[in-house]
Structures are given as structure tokens and as C-alpha cells.
């Protein structure tokens, strides 16, 4: 008897608590589900509705032919080549640049904070400052290139076949410091004792690095790879400030962060952007997941 | 094969010294021991025989070479880490196949040495296991293997049994004698542990500060320690030293109100001096009602076997007394007498600290 009232006592304690913890979660869920989840739930009802070309008339509810029209169209096929082309220029050079740099900046020298400083500063500059930096550099007129005597007609920024790639370097240069400090923590995660044990075991500098630290660093790599690839798909304001609708390269630039602000702003069509912004989260999500897959099988790692 | 020569070796970082002029040899075949406490600069001196820290002084030999500037892999010298330093990214084959690879030894060679390697240390089962999938005895097994694979000609082991349980270690500790004996590789062993040191070592080299005090066999060391130092650190625990005025000429040394007697042969040396240490180890001193320095008991410890009476004198020196299980034990806060049995008492200088020779 006595012991039933003992457990009866316990479960009510632990309801009591898990009350407690539900309400003190309640502040962070409702700010949640105001400026996250509800927008989330409405963008798949905005994505069946669909605009009439003509501002102020109301919409109507067309299901999935919206998205299969989406989906189908030129438009779309072009912003999605254009973002995959640009996502494969900025990440692998992002990566690879940033591992380099903190390879070089992981020894013990005097004075190597303030290059640490340096390498991983691009990650607090402002896009819009980095924007007009670069695009004074790429000025036509006053830029850098005119004056190394390289001048291409029409002008590097309006150019159909270099616009993406002149927006690329500006993202990567954002990226390299993000990447940077990712790679740098992960080097030093790498226990010196194994590449000192390499070492004697005969490992040249070189082997060392392809055959002890990279293995090491595959987590690391990938997690720069993933966090890196959702910051390409989401680089927007270079390509805002820089480049624009009015442009004649405008629509090889056309990204698809860019296309869906686009849809929105400039062509007042809700339903177009909510489809581009389903597949935008849909590619996000399967980086993302397929992260998590890759770490639960890579953390096994031990000394 | 090969014995390793430190002369004059120095090793500065900034401003502390780590490893002061150490002369060493340690000869072909030969299992020494760098013993000391932590910070004494034996990983230093050991960690600059593999060429991972560069001297700041002296010369350091491998067989007749002078290996100062040669790389770490070409010294041909194997390493086990406390740590194991195993790769975790490979199998234990993988692993202990490394060295083999790096030396472009063909494949149906380096199947022979991993197999043979693989079979001494117990491993047959596990090569295909990563090292996460094996036990800390296990991974030790592996990091040694790794080590005898390619026969070096000097094996280097920084504390590899300290992450070890105790039976193991106990149990690891005889199979490493035995296969260094087999193999007869010269090997430079640094532990912390004296108890290791002393069933292992062929000769024990103890330092302190970065300074060697000592190079000499386990009972040599035990029984002849070169300075208060090795005395304290040696054994388990280590010799009480009673520093006194010697009286009647080098006949005994007053300490704390008592007199200890010394036997025959150190009476010459005594009359030289004034002041004196008297080291004596727990086992020959007993306590009884006509022992001669009174001591108040602090501790008394249970061993099983045998039981340690930790005691003060009245001029605040510790003393520890061991004594069989059986004999009646004291208890904490009593007065006791501590006498000295049989002759087995060493001299020390008490300025200097150094072992005062008999004068025949």
C-alpha cells in the first residue's frame, strides 16, 4: 500500500516537472511558431495557390499544377544549372583555401594570432561592404583588372560568360574564413602523438598529410562541405547589389535565393517563389540529412 | 642493433632547462630504464633520441652515427606512446603494416613481418578490427607490434604501461621484458614508476630537474643509492634519512635526543664529519621499548603482508617503520622508540646530499 502511495507520489513529481520544463520552453516556441513554423506551413499552401498575372485580383487554388509548371519551365532549369555551377565553384575552392590557409597558420610561431586574425576576419565582414570592395576591384574604369591590362568587353560584371564567376570569388573570399576556423579546429583535434608515431614510423611530411591528417579530418571536411554548400545556395547580396534585374548578364546570375526574392519583390508572384523556396529547403535538408548520416558513422573515432 | 650515446645532451625551452648535460650509454641489447618524477626531462631525453626535439646542446649516437640532425625516420628507431598513438582510421593490420609501407617492403614480405609480428603479441584475430574496437591492453599489443615489425635498432617507450589497468600492467610489464629479451633490441624504457622500473630495467638511469643522479642496476640503486634523492625515490616507501651530529668519533650519530650506531665500516668516514644523514631503509628499523629515537605514530597502514608505521620524530623528520603483520601494532598518536637492525645504513652528506663512501 504503502509503496503504491511512494510511486503515485514519484509520478506526480515528475509530471510536476515536466510541466516545469514544458513552460519554461513555451516563451522560445511561441517566438518559433509565429516567425517559423506558421510562415513554414504557409509557403506549402502559398506553393498550391496560384497568382493571376495582374497585381490585386485574388488567387485561386490550383493544386499541383503550379509546381509542375514551376518545375517545367526554362527559367527554372536555368537558375538551377547556374546554382549548381556556382555552389561547385564556391565550395571546393572555399574548402580547399581555407585548409591551406590553416595548415600554414597551425604552428607554433611567434606573431601566428594576428595572421589566425586575419585568415578568419572575412567571416564578420559585411556583404554589402565586401560587395562594393570587390566591385571597385572589378570596375571596368577603375578596377583592379584594367590596370593589370586584362579588359573584358562587355565589362566583367555584366558579362554573360564571367559574372557568375566574378560573384563566385566574392562568396568564396566570404566563405574562407568560416572555412578557415572550421579547418583549423579540426586540425587541432589531431592528436600530435599520431603524426609524431608517423613520423618515426617513416611517414614523410607529405604522406603524413594525405594519409594521416586528411583521414582524420574526413568529419571535418565534410561538415565544412555541408555548411559551405548551404551558404553558396544562399548567397544573395553580392549578386543584389552588383548585379540586379536590369542587367544584361542578369540571367545567367540568376541563383536560386536570388530568383525567389525575384519572384517576390519584382514580379509579385507568391506562389512561384513558395515552389522555388520548397526546392531550396528540400536541398538543404538532404545536405543536412546526409551529414548526420555521415558523422554517426565517423565519430567512432578514438586514440 | 645498436647502443645509444647521450653526451653532454642539453635541451632548453626558453628559459627552463628540461634536460641538463646528460652522459648516458646505453649499451647494444641492453634494457635502461629513465626513471624520475614527472617534469625530471626523461620524455624530453627520450623524445630527442626519436628527433622529435631538437638539442640545444651535446651530441646524441645511435650505433656509430651521430643522429642530431637526422630526421625522426631515418633514425630507425621505434616509439610506443602512453597514448598508443595508433592510427584510427586503419585496421589493426593497417596499423602495424605502416612502418613496413612507408619503407616500400614488397607485399608478400610485409604479409610474413605483420603476421609474425601479429602472432608474438596475441593479435591473430584482431587484424581486421579498427582500434576503437579494441580494449586499452589490446591497442598497447598493437602500438608494440608496430613497434618490432620492422626491427628497428633502438626501441623508444614513453610510459606505455601507465594507461593500463594493474593487473595488466603487471602482466604486460613481463611480457615486454620477454620479448625485448628475445629480440635483444636496445630499448630506453621512461617510466614514473619505480616498481616498474625496478622488475624491468637491466640499469635504472633516475634523474631529477633534468639532471641524472644515478645510472646503476635495480639492487645497486636500492642498496647503494648516490644521493638522497635516488635514496627518497627508490623503493616503496622510500629510506628515512635522520640527519644528525656524528659523536665519538664516527662511533654514532645523535638524532632527534637518540643515537643511532653505525656499524664498523662507516665509522672512518663519520669521524671526518660533523653533521650527518643517516639514510635507513622501513625494513631495518623496528620498534621496540629499547629503541633510541622517540617518534609519535601519525599512520599506521595495513598491507596484508606487512604493515607501515609512519611515525615523527621530535625534530618533525618522518620516519617509516615496516613490520610483519603478526608483530603487535601500534596505535595513532602513541609514543614509540624505533631502533635499527643490523648494519644495512647508508651516509649521506647533509649539506650536499651525496653518499659518503666507507673509508677501509
Not at chain 1, 219 to 245: C, E, K, M, R, Y
Request: charged residues 15%; contains cysteine.
Amino acid at each position: 500500500m504503502s509503496s503504491v502511495q511512494v510511486a503515485g507520489r514519484h509520478t506526480s513529481a515528475r509530471a510536476r516537472e515536466a510541466l516545469f520544463a514544458y513552460l519554461l520552453l513555451l516563451p522560445a516556441l511561441a517566438v518559433f511558431a509565429v516567425f517559423v513554423f506558421y510562415p513554414f506551413a504557409e509557403n506549402f499552401k502559398l506553393a498550391l495557390y496560384e497568382n493571376p498575372p495582374f497585381p490585386g485580383l485574388p488567387s485561386h487554388y490550383v493544386g499541383l499544377h503550379q509546381v509542375s509548371h514551376v518545375l517545367t519551365s526554362t527559367a527554372f532549369s536555368q537558375s538551377l544549372v547556374s546554382t549548381i555551377f556556382f555552389v561547385l565553384m564556391v565550395v571546393p575552392i572555399g574548402l580547399f583555401a581555407g585548409l591551406a590557409l590553416a595548415v600554414a597558420a597551425h604552428r607554433r610561431l611567434r606573431g601566428i594570432a594576428v595572421y589566425r586574425l586575419i585568415f578568419s576576419s572575412s567571416i564578420v565582414s559585411s556583404i554589402a561592404v565586401a560587395a562594393v570592395i570587390f566591385g571597385t576591384l572589378m570596375d571596368p574604369v577603375v578596377g583592379l583588372l584594367p590596370w593589370l591590362g586584362i579588359n573584358p568587353h562587355p565589362a566583367l560584371l555584366e558579362n554573360p560568360t564571367w559574372a557568375l564567376p566574378a560573384i563566385a570569388v566574392i562568396s568564396i573570399w566570404q566563405f574562407l574564413g568560416l572555412s578557415f576556423i572550421i579547418m583549423s579546429a579540426g586540425l587541432q583535434s589531431v592528436p600530435d602523438e599520431i603524426l609524431e608515431a608517423a613520423a618515426i614510423d617513416g611517414a614523410s611530411a607529405w604522406t603524413r598529410f594525405w594519409r594521416v591528417t586528411v583521414p582524420l579530418l574526413s568529419p571535418t571536411l565534410f561538415f565544412a562541405l555541408v555548411v559551405g554548400s548551404i551558404f553558396a545556395f544562399q548567397s544573395f547580396g553580392a549578386i543584389d547589389i552588383l548585379i540586379g534585374p536590369q542587367n544584361a548578364a542578369f540571367e545567367h546570375v540568376n541563383v536560386l535565393i536570388y530568383y525567389i526574392y525575384q519572384a517576390l519583390q519584382v514580379q509579385s508572384d507568391p506562389g512561384l517563389a513558395a515552389v522555388l523556396s520548397i526546392v531550396l529547403f528540400l536541398i538543404t535538408l538532404t545536405l543536412t540529412a546526409a551529414q548526420l548520416r555521415f558523422l554517426e558513422r565517423r565519430v567512432t573515432y578514438a586514440r | 642493433m645498436a647502443q645509444v650515446i647521450f653526451d653532454g645532451v642539453t635541451k632548453r625551452f626558453d628559459d627552463v632547462v628540461a634536460v641538463d648535460d646528460l652522459s648516458l650509454k646505453v649499451a647494444d641489447g641492453e634494457l635502461l630504464v629513465l626513471l624520475g618524477p614527472s617534469g625530471c626531462g626523461k620524455t624530453t631525453a627520450l623524445r630527442m633520441v626519436a628527433g622529435l626535439e631538437m638539442l640545444s646542446g651535446g651530441t646524441i649516437s645511435i650505433g656509430e652515427r651521430v643522429v642530431n640532425d637526422v630526421e625522426p625516420k631515418n633514425r630507425d628507431v621505434a616509439m610506443v606512446f602512453q597514448s598508443y598513438a595508433l592510427y584510427p582510421h586503419l585496421s589493426v593490420r593497417r596499423n602495424i603494416e605502416f612502418p613496413l609501407r612507408q619503407r616500400q617492403i614488397e607485399k608478400s614480405e610485409r604479409q610474413r613481418l605483420v603476421a609474425e609480428a601479429a602472432e608474438t603479441l596475441g593479435l591473430d584475430s584482431l587484424l581486421d578490427r579498427k582500434p576503437a574496437q579494441l580494449s586499452g591492453g589490446q591497442r598497447q599489443r598493437v602500438a608494440l607490434a608496430r613497434a618490432i615489425v620492422r626491427s628497428p635498432q633502438v626501441f623508444l617507450m614513453d610510459e606505455p604501461l601507465s594507461n593500463l589497468d594493474a593487473t595488466l600492467r603487471v602482466q604486460t610489464r613481463a611480457d615486454i621484458v620477454t620479448m625485448q629479451q628475445r629480440l635483444s633490441t636496445t630499448t630506453l624504457y621512461v617510466t614514473h614508476d619505480q616498481v616498474e622500473a625496478m622488475t624491468m630495467g637491466d640499469r635504472i638511469a633516475v634523474m631529477n630537474t633534468g639532471v641524472l643522479q644515478q645510472v646503476a642496476p635495480p639492487q645497486t640503486l636500492y642498496e647503494e643509492p648516490a644521493n638522497t634523492f635516488v635514496a627518497g625515490f627508490i623503493g616503496s616507501p622510500g629510506m628515512n634519512l635522520l640527519t644528525g651530529r656524528a659523536e665519538g668519533a664516527g662511533a654514532s650519530v645523535t638524532v632527534s635526543g637518540g643515537s643511532i650506531a653505525l656499524p664498523e665500516r662507516l665509522r672512518r668516514a663519520a669521524a671526518t664529519l660533523t653533521g650527518a644523514t643517516v639514510g635507513v631503509r622501513p625494513e631495518s628499523l623496528a620498534i621496540g621499548p629499547d629503541g633510541s629515537v622517540g617518534a609519535t605514530v601519525s599512520i599506521v597502514e595495513l598491507l596484508g603482508a606487512e604493515v607501515h608505521v609512519i611515525t615523527r620524530t621530535d625534530d618533525g623528520t618522518r620516519v617509516v617503520v615496516r613490520q610483519e603483520v603478526g608483530r603487535p601494532r601500534p596505535r595513532i598518536g602513541e609514543r614509540v622508540r624505533i631502533s635499527t637492525i643490523g648494519d644495512a645504513l647508508t651516509l649521506f652528506d647533509p649539506d650536499t646530499g651525496q653518499r659518503i663512501a666507507a673509508i677501509p
